[in-house]
């Protein structure tokens, strides 16, 4: 499903970024945090919950990941 995914939003001239667990997703979001403007979670990440990494951005609005 996420290479489906994937494939279809990069055909159509979006950047993707894959992670497939929940240590990479945290790492890819915070180094592309400003140029982000879209997530696709999986509710359930093999070694985390999606509310989770969500929640380890601080709240909504925050423009700098928190520490």
Known sequence: ???LLTDMLSERGFVTEAATNFEEAVLKARST???L???V???GLPDGMAM???GSFGPFGQTS???
């Open 37 to 39: 403007a879209a997530a």
């Open 41 to 43: 979670v999986d509710l």
């Open 52 to 54: 989770d990494w969500l």
């Open 33 to 35: 945090l400003h140029e």
């Open 1 to 3: 499903m996420s290479l």
């Open 65 to 67: 990941p928190s520490s």
